[in-house]
Structure formats: C-alpha cells, structure tokens
C-alpha cells in the first residue's frame, strides 16, 4: 500500500490531475478530475460497502444530506430526535461508564473480581449469570450441575445476591444484571438487597437487561413461550416504575443479535421493534406509555466498520424518539430518549494473536465514545478462548480511561455530527431499519416473528454470508485469515476457576432449604403461581417469596406449571 | 459397495449453551458439501445425543460448545457412546476452549477440535480425509 502510494506521489509534478481550479459541482469533478486519476488508478475494488452491505460512494456531499431541513432532522442535543446525544453537555459533563460485566463461580468470586474492576476505576458494575440462573434451575439440579459458576456468577437465593454485593456502595455504584428469563427473580433480589443496604426505593439504580425477545432470536437462554414471557416482562417494567423509579427494568439489546450475526441494519430494527413491542404491551395492560417508557434503556454491540457503528447510535436515538413520539403518542419527552450501554464486538476478537485483539477492542470503544454511548463495556483480549485473566480485563479498563483522559475525544458533544458521509449513513441506517420494523409490525409484531422463524431466519443468513466473504477473503480479520503467523506460540495467562465452587454453592443452597421457614416459603410460592395464573402482577408475591428464602429454580418452575415451556423452530 | 452413502452428520448442542452461530453454520457448511446433517438445536443432554447418533445412523457427531463445560461433555457424551457400543463415529468439538483443555478433550475421545476463526472447509476436509481413510 506505502509503495504505492510513493510511486503515485513521485508521478504528480508531471502529470497533473488537477485543472487547477474547483470544479462547479460534482458531475464536473467526477467527469473531470475523478476520471482522469481513475484512468491511471482504478480503485481498489469493484464495490465498497459498509460491514452491513450498504453501497458506500467514492464521496459524499451536501447534496446526500438527504432533507429539506438538516438541521431539523439532526437537531441539538438533549432535544427531540436526540440525533446528536440524549444530553445537552454529553461526555463533557460526565464521561460515559466505565461497566465491565463481570461473573463467574459463587457471589463471592465475583464480588472479588467487582472490587478488583472498582480498585481500578471501573465506575459503573455489570453481572453476568452461570446458565442454571438464566435459565431457573438451582445450583443442585441435575441438568444445571455441569455449567454452574462457569460464565457467570450462581446464583440460588437472596443469600447469595447479598455477598455478590457485599462492600458495594448500592448507593453510589449503579449495577447492571444481565438476565432475562429469570430476570423477575434478580430485580426481585436487588430491590430487597439495596433496602437492606439502607438505600431508598427512590434511589435504587441500576439495570436489569431483562429483554426476553431476543432470548429467542439470538442468545437462546429462555424458558417460557414468548408471548407468556412478554407478559413476564411488562410485569416488571409495571413494578419497577411503581416502587423504583430510577431503575433501568429492561435493557433492549441488540449485542446478542449482532454477535448472532445480524447486520447493524437488523441489529437495529430487532431491538427497536422489541423495545415498541413492551411498550406497547404494556399499554394494552392499561399502563400509560409514559409511564414506562422513560426507564427502558438499550444496549449495543459496537463491530468493525467505524462509522456504520457511529451512525448506527445516532440512527437508533432518532428512530426510537420519533416511534416513542409519533407511533406511540408519548408525551413525555423522557420516553423519547434511547439512552445506551454499548459493549465492543465479541465476535470480532480473533482467538489467533490476541494481543491484536487490543487494538481492535480501542477502536470500537472509540466509535462507541463518538456515538453518544451512555456507558461502555470494553472487551478483554483473551475473550476468545476462556474468561478473562485479570491483566487482560485491566488493559480493557486502561483503554476506555485512555480514551477518557488522553484522547479528548470526550470533549465536544457529536463530534462527527454534519459530516456529509455520517449524515448520510445516518439517514440510510435509519430508513433501512424503519423499513423492517415495519414489515415486522405488518407480520403481526415481533412474537408472531419469532414464532414463525422470520427473524431467527435473518439472522442465520446474514451470519453464513458473512463466514462465506470470510472463507473468500472478500472480508478480513487480520491474524486469522490475513497475515497469520503460522508458528505462533500463545501467549497465555490462563483464568482458571476454582474446582470446590460447585460443592460451595450446593452446600449453601441446601442449607439455606433446610434452615428455612417453610411454611412461609410454600406460602409465598403458590401466591406466585395465583398471580401468575390470573393478570395480577406477580412482583408482589416474588419478592415475598424472596424474603422467605424461595430459589430462583423454586420461583421458576411454578411459573413452568402455569406457562408451560417452550422450543423454538430450528433455523439454519 | 461402490455406491458411496453420503455421510451422515449429527450437530449438536450439549448442556445449557445458547450460543448456536457456530453450530448453525458448521450445519450449513456439512449440508453444503453434500452430507446429511442432523442439527439437534440447543439443550441436549449426552444421552439424547447418543441417541440421535443411534437413531440417526450418524458418521460423525459434532459438539458446539461455548459455555465452558467442554471437559464435562466431551467425557460424558465419549462415555455414552462406548457405553451404548456405537463404534466408528468420528467425534469433533468447536467452540471457546482454553488451549490447556484440547488435549483433556481429546484423551476423552475427541479426534478434533476447531477453535475460533477455523475456516469451514478446513473442518469439512478433516471429516473427508476420515471418511476417506475409514
């Protein structure tokens, strides 16, 4: 490429490609100039795209801002569509988050690795689950047995949330649980955890993911039928805004989708449509949109193609504010807000020459910056073989402080803002996604979509085109299918788990069976099952049941004798 | 016999682990190069597995798993398949494992594993070049 680029250069004093003036307007400058460097060299190749396929032009202008009035249509920040940033000072008031999701072995191990992160200036903590939680079976269930504490943290009962946030200051630290079918259980358990801890409901922070519609299309950790799953979710959203204002119900996510193999387009018009789905659920339950939609958050994945990713963020807060403000009817301008958790690209790390795995994560970290994330989730360079080592997740913190405090890059609000390309990709990303949920909508929403494989079928073409351009080598992960060194040796801090947290956690859930008020238990269950079995909200009786000691596996499979369990269609 | 059988593939998920991209596309690379696959889909135990491989009549069995109890499964399922006697089935495993377990999975009875960013027809030509020595 340098070569190149040196022979072009040595050529210039005598062949000038210039006219020496500006040309009027495009159609000269591409006749003109454009043609003449093209005769001596053509472009590289045929076709550019963005990672999601969008035809990306030799330039863009003024003219492919699309719109009567731009400035209209990108507005000022922390004003409707909220293009810009949901905050009028964004990054220049608070930086964004720090929140590494951490989890794995018992509460304990865990709250170990939470103190480790805040010891190094994480400022915001994120948890991630083993599979028995996601998925309601306790420690000792013979299905779960194999997979406790291993991506994630165990957990089984109140108990086991109270040393998962033992020392955490709950008032000053805003944490983020990601779980879903089971979420009921864990906001349950938070909510009774921060009270303890002295906070008051109206203080309580944090988040919950708790978006069990892509549980079926991407991540595949649910129990109960979508449709009953959905009623699970609105439940939640209804008593969180009830008896915890300020904390985050439903985190919308389209970081599994994306991971799945969606594009940014379909990463996009799934999660809105999901997000369009609670809330309009929740409406039909007699809940004013208002009401809930001010406390729904989402969460992105933010992959390779740096602007796509830029534009993807703006696109997604001007979308949703006008679906939350137009197709819904919200009035309150807070429900038009698309605040965000935004988390770099698993799949995009390569399990060959991590180190390079470093570079990549920084500068998806910056395109998260630069597009007005609220807080940020930088991957560790070893995530593609194991959990990671505890140098790897330190060099993933150091590189958002980096961003933070060296790279002013915080500094101005939408920095790339009025750019012609970022504009444009704005607007397409945006049209592209609107045409989806709407066919979505026209196809009787996003369970009916689910059930039928329509997105699930999107999803898994758009990954095998992707591993087809990967095997041709019409796309590229450097180290892995380009400029791979064959000899290499690994170089290698190994994570390892702790063999006895098994029986730890057994150990303790049993006991805690044992030592019980049962009767209060048994009580609180079936009071679960009745609500379940009715439309009362369930929350009551769960945190009830909570109190008393229940399980997650316990909450959860009374909740199975009233809805059933669900397989979704194979879809390959 | 000079009529060659397509070779039949199951795919399979053991365990709890959701992650099915890799599995999804294995199946399709398998059943692009003109195999029978049989993609189990998510949630399977080690005896439903050997099943399908019973049932199925399978050649080769493929293992996805991401959730890290790889070490599990590969002696579980290897276990239940000598146990239920079935014999000559070429078993491989994909997925995020640290490079200290291959070797574990392999004295289980896994003839190979492919790790991340391993290309497709590098796993087809593997099942191949078995087939071809079988």
Redesign the interface.
Known sequence: MGRDDEEREATKPTEPQSRGEASPDRDTWERTTLAASLKKLPKRKEAFTTLSGLPVDDLYTAADVNSSDPAKLIGFPGEYPFTRGVHPTMHRARPWTIRQVAGFGTAEDTNGRYKYLLAHGETGLSTDFDLPTLLGYDSDHPVGMPEIGKIGVAVDTIDDVRLLMADIPLDQVSTSYTINASAFALIGMYEVVCKEQGVAAEKITGTCQNDILKEYTAQNEYIYPPAEAVRLVVDTMEYAAKTMPRYNPVSVSGYHIRDAGATAVQELAFTLAAGHCYVTEAVKRGLSADFVAPRISFFWNIQNDFFEEICKLRASRRLWARMMRDWVGTKDPRSWMMRAHSQTSGVSLTAQQPDNNIARTAIQALAAILGGTQSLHTNSKDEAFQIPSEGAIKIAVRTQQILALENRVADVVDPLGGSYYVENLTNRLEEEAEALIRQILDRGGMVASIEDGFIQRHIADSAAAFQRDLETQKEFMVGMNIHIDPEEALPFEPFELDPGLAERQIKRTQGIRRSRAQAETTSALKEIKQAATGSDNVMPAVVRAIKAQATVGEMCDVLREVFGTYRGPIVY | MNIKQPLRVVVAKP???????G???I???FRDAGMEVI?T???Q?AEMITRTVIEEDADVLGLSIL???HL??AE?ICRALREQAVKDVLVVMGG?????DIPKVKAFGVSEVF???T???KIVDYVRTWQAAR
């Open positions: 365990g709890l682990d959701g992650h099915d991209r599995a999804k596309i199946a399709r690379a993609y889909g998510i949630f135990t959730s890290g109890a599990h499964f579980e995020i494992l640290p490079p200290p790790g991340p960013g290309p497709t027809s």
